[in-house]
């Protein structure tokens, strides 16, 4: 009797020691497995990119919106993160492309789920002004692959016909977890997304307290969140309230505070970021990332 006993006592010591172990693996794996960027964009660092190019680039003579060789022109001046847009073809590619149609930034002419990746590659790039380029429309594990080579910092933004997780397969094949981020513009985007990557780290619309208390109502931890505020100036108390959380906020400048600054003063972008703004997202990279460095 006393025997059986110590062998329970002995088996229960050898179970606990295995349970430890696999809990000490776990949780080695998950510090492993998480993105990079989680801990690089905290209200309290500094260390990361203040500037969001929109679309990749936009408004750059010669060198058109979500085009690898843009993402590369930009990135050679400027430190800066790039907003790019992902599309899929009708034999499920995913490239980069913002419209539906590739009438308006390439030579061709139709739907982008319509034709397969083949078709659009015998069309080449237009800039915003209309001046055809020698560039193709890029797949977006070229983009990936260049990004990670050279620790350049996506946020991705997912088209409504394309799935999440085609998007997040994309960068896990890719190993490219350390510099995507997925742009979600929503509660429910925001929670799909976590559920499938919950290593990454989401970008999560908190435009006011509203929608920043529905996103803590969430499992997404506030370390998985950078929030982007909108297109309009927040109050200040927002940027507070987020900086509390240690989340960072970007605000969208493009469209009507870009051009309140090229009409007024580049030095408007200085003083939106004075007001708690951490990342500029702006058409005007080149001459936000001037007025915040002067």
């Known amino acids: 009797m006393i025997f059986m006993k110590r062998l329970f006592v002995l088996l229960l010591f050898v179970f606990s020691l295995i349970a430890c172990k696999n809990t000490s693996q776990n949780e080695q794996l998950k510090q492993v497995t998480t993105s990079e960027l989680i801990q690089k964009f905290r209200a309290s660092k500094s260390d990361y990119p203040k500037i969001s190019v929109h679309r990749g680039g ?8 979500n085009c690898l060789e843009t993402l590369q022109y930009v990135s050679d001046s400027i430190s800066a993160i790039f907003e790019i847009d992902v599309a899929q073809t009708k034999d499920g ?4 492309m913002h419209d539906n149609s590739i009438d308006r930034t390439t030579t061709g002419s139709g739907l982008v789920k319509n034709l397969t990746y083949n078709e659009l590659n015998s069309y080449n790039l237009v800039d ?10 890029p797949l977006f594990s070229e983009v990936l692959k260049w990004s990670r080579e050279n ?53 999560v619309s908190a435009r006011n307290d509203e929608e920043f208390d529905k996103l803590l109502k969430t499992e997404i931890p506030t370390e998985n969140m950078l929030a982007f505020t ?58 936000a990332h001037k007025a915040i460095n002067q």
């Open 58 to 65: 936009k408004g750059i003579k010669h060198y058109p919106e």
């Open 93 to 96: 590619k995913l490239v980069l």
């Open 128 to 137: 915003d002004y209309g001046n055809q380029t020698n560039y193709k429309i």
């Open 230 to 287: 909108g297109t309009r100036l927040s109050e200040k108390s927002l940027y507070q309230r987020l900086h509390n959380e240690d989340i960072v906020c970007i605000l969208g400048t493009l469209g009507n505070l870009d051009r309140q600054a090229e009409a007024r003063g580049d030095e408007l972008y200085l003083k939106w970021e004075k007001l708690g703004v951490d990342i500029l997202a702006t058409d005007r990279p080149f001459e």
């Open 151 to 203: 620790n350049v910092i996506l946020t991705i933004d997912i088209k409504r016909s394309v799935s999440q997780e085609d998007v997040i397969n994309a960068i896990e094949l890719a190993k490219a977890k350390d510099i995507s981020i997925i742009i979600t513009y929503d509660v429910e985007q925001a929670k799909s997304a976590y559920r499938l990557a919950p290593s990454l780290l989401l970008s």
